[in-house]
């Protein structure tokens, strides 16, 4: 029986049409795109990897990815009053790489490399391939899967956790993979390992998939041809160099340190195994991915900014618009190239919060209200009062934390214990924060910030010293980290 799955016709990708969700093929997902309201994938790092690989495709599909400069804005605004993807085009495209779309393709199967039946002595196992299940003797996330009894994954849903897997896969140990007498069982980590990724969007998702492709750049190299994984006619080559980072095709998908293959049922009809190993031994050229912030270290040198479950999306909107921030930050490139096109959409942002290794913490999805318009190439004001605003609010936050943990010492009288203090009172301020943040935003009062979230501040100690007010070294204790937090403020921070 011939085991097949089409990802261009075969429904597998959710989006959201008039708020109700519906599974769509990629062809019908092209072809229909001004009638879906978003993608609506229920896996985070799978919907980040995902909308990368719908930016390349949208580039081949209108011929961006052949224009520079301001050809390609010329073209991108075209394409945006012509309000959806020709479907001509859309069905070139696929009948040019038919063959490449199949899940399950004995030889090329899509996103993956076949080879790794022979060159693995044993598979990795379904559940390594689904982030939320644990595997081997890793901790249990989700839902009590187990390695002896592991639960078949429908052919859609498994084609998800494949590009979650390329772009944020673990570094370490992995299944261990034999090419020419080497055998490694080690692996780097996926591009996008532990980072936060930011999309602008439109008012369709045609619109939010047109915006989202990042003009072509040069690295001033010879790049070689732009190919996405599934145009190159030869797989990769695990001992060689990797794939050249081409623009923006090549950069956008094909930038994986994993090799993956997903092994179908007898039936085809579900996913019961999987290989993930490395995919390269050697290192790949760096490039900068267009939809993450990053940031400078001490050193000179930039890292993506890393998810953190705990913190929420509003404390890095200035990183998004350019305005004057307080940390040496460059903001996600495609925000600059949305600038010029005059939309007043929302970023939505997804974040895996991982190490880089094993531990795969909280995954998240956030969406900011309507901030494309106060980018700094449009509303300067706006894009340095939300900086201002920021600092103000993370040095209020700073302080609380380090007044509080100095009372708590000064109360027991010890100098190394941290005590309950600072976490209550730091819970207690960033939960009301971003109420004061937006009404600051909303109401243009950039300058006025500081001096709110210092009220806020001194509420926090409050309560987190929340006591018996009777016992005068509780009432020192609490007077000490007052004024702790007012003393920084004379020198500034916004107040």
Request: overall charge negative.
């Amino acid at each position: 029986m011939t085991k097949s799955f089409d990802l261009v016709d075969q429904p597998w990708i959710s989006v959201a049409a008039n708020g109700e969700p519906e599974l769509v093929g990629l062809r019908e997902l092209f072809a229909r795109a001004a009638e879906f309201d978003d993608l609506a994938v229920p896996v985070p790092p799978a919907a980040s990897g995902l909308w990368r690989i719908l930016y390349a495709i949208t580039a081949r599909v209108t011929g961006l990815d052949m224009l520079r400069g301001p050809q390609w804005r010329q073209r991108q605004e075209r394409l945006l009053d012509q309000g959806g993807f020709a479907a001509g085009d859309v069905d070139a495209y696929f009948a040019k790489y038919s063959d490449r779309f199949n899940l399950f393709d004995p030889l090329r199967p899509w996103m993956q490399d076949p080879r790794l039946v022979v060159e693995c002595p044993k598979s990795s196992g379904v559940n390594k391939l689904v982030f939320d299940r644990p595997a081997g003797n890793s901790q249990v996330w989700f839902g009590h899967h187990t390695d002896a009894d592991a639960v078949a994954l429908a052919p859609g849903e498994a084609a998800w956790y494949l590009i979650a897997q390329l772009y944020y896969g673990a570094s370490g140990r992995c299944s261990s993979r034999e090419v020419a007498g080497q055998k490694f069982a080690n692996s780097n980590a996926g591009p996008l390992r532990g980072a936060m990724s930011y999309h602008p969007l439109g008012e369709n998702l045609f619109e939010s998939l047109v915006v989202g492709v990042p003009p072509r750049v040069s690295s001033g190299q010879d790049e070689g041809l732009d190919l996405c994984p599934w145009e190159r006619d030869e797989l990769p080559d695990p001992l060689g160099a990797p794939w050249s980072v081409s623009w923006p095709c090549g950069a956008l998908t094909g930038r994986a340190r994993h090799a993956v293959l997903l092994v179908p049922n007898a039936a085809g009809e579900a996913v019961s195994d999987a290989y993930v190993t490395w995919a390269w031994r050697l290192s790949g050229a760096a490039s900068p991915d267009p939809y993450v912030v990053r940031r400078q270290n001490k050193e000179g040198g930039w890292y993506q900014l890393p998810a953190d479950g705990s913190r929420a999306l509003w404390r890095d909107v200035d990183a998004l618009l350019g305005g004057n921030t307080e940390v040496k930050t460059h903001r996600p490139d495609i925000m600059a190239a949305a600038a010029d096109l005059g939309l007043d959409g929302r970023v939505r942002a997804y974040g895996f919060d991982q190490d880089g290794q094993a531990k795969d913490r909280q995954w998240f999805i956030a969406l900011t209200p309507p901030v494309l318009g106060w980018l700094s190439e449009r509303d300067p004001v706006t894009a340095d009062g939300v900086a201002l605003l920021t600092r103000a609010a993370e040095s209020i936050g700073r302080r609380v934390g380090a007044a509080l943990r100095q009372a708590w010492r000064e109360m027991v009288s010890v100098k190394d214990r941290e005590g309950p203090w600072a976490h209550t009172g730091e819970a207690y301020y960033w939960t009301r924060a971003e109420a004061v943040f937006w009404e600051h935003v909303r109401d243009g009062r950039f300058a006025e910030g500081g001096r709110a979230f210092a009220r806020l501040g001194h509420e926090a100690i409050d309560h987190a010293a929340d006591g018996d007010a009777s016992s005068p070294r509780l009432v020192r204790a609490t007077q000490t980290a007052h004024r702790l937090l007012t003393t920084p403020l004379r020198k500034g921070s916004g107040a």
